[in-house]
């Protein structure tokens, strides 16, 4: 076994069915009784819940978290923390939700409770995502970590079919890239196998039978454990790739991540034997070969890959390939213009991945 360095960083997790309950004891351990809740306009419905919960202890609800954590919805959203003098918020929801409760919390300090329904994986990690002007950019420090996190599985229960799917494989992107990442060790690839193993069994259970609530109890583990591989790593061509073209075309995040993942492991497989062989052991049906094992699963998932369907047009393949290789980053195989572009444009035209 080569040398290794793991930094774990602190962090509280509830786990469990029906375990939103202890939102009020949670608060009270942070010391909060002021309590901003955060959502979308589509979970007003779990904010209520949550503002019953908490009772005297919620103060308000803010229900305009939008992908991509654009600034100007963030100003709204503090203006109405000042104003309910809020001290503390609680996010519920996905990703965008998730990213609007870390905006206001790093910039306020408030504590922040974090309520996941998606498999995402944003509460695991000290990174913001932003955009200012339709521009994204990203930031990275330890307080912009979540103070508590409560996985319930109840609140996955109305992911639908097809967004558990890609939101789960948005999963597996983290887990596979920390598995060749430069900084990746012995512990995470422990959790980076697990979190595939887990997702990989359930979802095809999921997709027959999505009330099950063993499988979804399955998907959200390993979830968390894929998000603590995205917190702890530094991610590759697949992640710069999907932020890339995410941000420059508006295309949604998960079935972004759907679509490029098979083309940028196919890509980085022949420079990343180990990473490939534990991959291999956590998708058996690939019968030791990886890039197999993932192309198996995402056809009993019956995925639809192509990116055109979101509006990008032939002519942004270009774009984006010359923003993919424009600025510096980790991978473990070298980056060349040509097959980067014939990678983008098998993500746009949903064909397979070589
Ligand atoms: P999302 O948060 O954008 O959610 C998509 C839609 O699904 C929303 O309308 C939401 O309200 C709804 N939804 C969420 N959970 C639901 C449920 N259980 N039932 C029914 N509807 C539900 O989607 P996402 O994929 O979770 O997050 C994407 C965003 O998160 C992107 O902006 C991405 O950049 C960011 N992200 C950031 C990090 C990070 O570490 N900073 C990590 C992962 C994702």
């Known amino acids: 076994m080569d040398n290794f360095i793991y930094t774990s960083t602190p962090s509280r997790v509830i786990f469990g069915q029906g375990k939103v309950s202890t939102l009020p004891q949670e608060a009270e351990a942070l010391g909060v009784s002021k309590c901003l809740i955060l959502c979308t306009k589509f979970q007003i419905k779990e904010a209520e819940m949550l503002t019953k919960l908490l009772g005297d202890k919620a103060v308000g609800i803010f229900d305009n978290a939008t992908m991509h954590t654009p600034i100007s919805i963030t100003d709204e959203a503090l203006d109405l923390a000042k104003s309910l003098n809020a001290d503390s918020v609680v996010s519920i929801g996905g990703g965008s939700t998730i990213g609007l409760g870390k905006a206001i919390s790093f910039k306020t300090k408030l504590p922040h409770i974090c309520i996941p329904t998606t498999y995402a994986g944003s509460e695991m990690t000290p990174i913001l995502g932003q955009t200012v002007d339709g521009k994204k950019t990203t930031e990275s420090h330890p307080d912009i970590k979540p103070n508590v996190v409560i996985y319930d599985v109840d609140l996955t229960m109305t992911l639908p079919v097809e967004m558990s799917m890609t939101s789960s494989v948005n999963a597996i992107a983290h887990a596979v890239e920390a598995l060749y990442a430069p900084d990746t060790n012995p512990i995470i690839q422990l959790l980076a196998q697990d979190g595939v193993r887990a997702l990989a069994s359930a979802l095809p259970e999921i997709k027959t039978n999505p009330l099950s609530i063993p499988a979804r109890t399955k998907a959200q583990y390993g979830a968390w ?130």
């Open 225 to 354: 454990l894929c998000a603590i591989c995205l917190g702890s790593t530094k991610m590759a061509l697949h992640h710069k790739i999907c932020h890339v073209l995410g941000g420059t075309f508006n295309l949604p995040h998960a079935d972004t991540h759907t679509a490029v993942l098979p083309h940028a492991l196919a890509f980085n497989a022949p420079a990343t034997p180990r990473a490939m062989e534990l991959l291999a052991e956590a998708l058996p049906e690939g019968k030791g070969d990886a890039v197999k094992g993932m192309n198996i699963l995402l056809e009993k998932l019956g995925m639809q890959m192509d990116l055109k369907r979101f509006g990008m047009k032939e002519s942004d393949i270009e774009i984006g390939v010359q923003q993919t290789l424009s600025n510096a980053y980790s991978n473990p195989r070298k980056i060349e213009e040509g097959p980067i572009r014939e990678m983008i444009r098998r993500c746009w035209a949903g064909e397979p991945a070589v």
